[in-house]
C-alpha cells in the first residue's frame, strides 16, 4: 500500500476510534512518525496533508529538517531528549513530548528565552518501569509541574507515556488510563492558568486503545510509512 492509502486507513480507524469513545475526531491529532525516514518520504506526506511529523533523534531531524518541502508543518520531539541537546531541540521543534526532570525544564526553559522561542512541552511520565524507558516517576511529577507552571518560556501542555508492548493492545488500556488520571488529578489542584488539555499516548499498534483513554495526540510511524524498503512514493 502507498503512504496516502495507508494513511487514509490509519484515518478511517481514528475517526471509528473517536465513535466508539464518544469524542470528537478533532480531539485527536495524528503525528506521523518520520523516524528513519529520509526527506524525501516526508515530502510525500505532507504534500498529501500531513500537518505534524515526530522525531526521534535530533540529530536526525537536523539532518533531515532544512530539505524538507515549504509545507505549514508541527514538528515534535517524541524521543528522549539528552541535555546537552537541548538548545538545538529548542531551535528545531515546535512541541517537546519527553521532560522528565526539573533540571533539564530549567535548561530548555533557559535556552528557550535565549532564543525567543515559547516551545510547547509534555512532561514524560514512566509508568512502565521498564529499563529501556525514560520519564520522570509519578511520584515526582507534582514538583515538576509546578516548575513548569511558572517557566516563562515554555507553555505546559500535557503528559506523554510510552506503556510496554503487549500483543493484545487492549493490555495497554490501564497505562493509558492512569496517565488521563493524572492530568486530571493535576488539573484538580488548581496549578495552571489553563487546564493542561494534552495526553500523548498511542502507536500504530495500541492508538485506538489510547483514543478509547482520551489521547489527543497519537504518535504513527509504520501503519503509515511500514518498512522502508515498501515504502511506495505517490510519483510511482
Known amino acids: 500500500m502507498s503512504i496516502k492509502e495507508n494513511l487514509n486507513e490509519i484515518q ?18 495524528l503525528i506521523a512518525v518520520t523516524k528513519t525516514f529520509p526527506a524525501e518520504v516526508i ?4 504534500a498529501i496533508g500531513v500537518t505534524d ?16 518541502s515549504n509545507y505549514k508543518v508541527c514538528r515534535h520531539l517524541i524521543g528522549h531528549l539528552q541535555s546537552n541537546n537541548a538548545r538545538k531541540a529548542v531551535e528545531l521543534f515546535d512541541w517537546i513530548h519527553s521532560i522528565d526532570s526539573i533540571n533539564l525544564a530549567e535548561r530548555v526553559n ?3 528565552g535565549e532564543l525567543g522561542k515559547h516551545p510547547s512541552v ?5 509508568l512502565a518501569k521498564e529499563p529501556t524507558k525514560n520519564g520522570i516517576d509519578e511520584s515526582q511529577l507534582h514538583d515538576l509541574a509546578i516548575y513548569l507552571a511558572n517557566a516563562e518560556h515554555l507553555s505546559f501542555r500535557g503528559l506523554m507515556t510510552i506503556p510496554p508492548y503487549f500483543e493484545d493492545p487492549s493490555t495497554t488500556l490501564p497505562y493509558f488510563r ?7 488529578e ?3 489542584k488548581k496549578l495552571f492558568a489553563q487546564p493542561l488539555t494534552e495526553l500523548s499516548m498511542g502507536m ?7 483514543i478509547q483513554a482520551g489521547a489527543t495526540l497519537i504518535r504513527v510511524g509504520t501503519a503509515i510509512f511500514g518498512n522502508r524498503s515498501k515504502i511506495i512514493l505517490l510519483g510511482n
Not at 178 to 184: F, I, K, M, Q, T
Open 12 to 29: 478511517a480507524r481514528m475517526v471509528a476510534a473517536c465513535e466508539k469513545a464518544n469524542r470528537s475526531i478533532n480531539q485527536t491529532r
Open 43 to 46: 515530502n510525500e506526506a505532507l
Open 53 to 68: 511529523i515526530g522525531e526521534n533523534r535530533v540529530q536526525e531531524a537536523e539532518e533531515k529538517f532544512p530539505n524538507l
Open 110 to 112: 533557559r535556552i528557550a
Open 122 to 126: 509534555l512532561v514524560q511520565v514512566d
Open 178 to 184: 492512569r496517565l488521563s488520571e493524572l492530568l486530571n
Open 186 to 188: 493535576l488539573n484538580n
Open 204 to 210: 500504530s499498534h495500541d492508538f485506538e486503545v489510547a
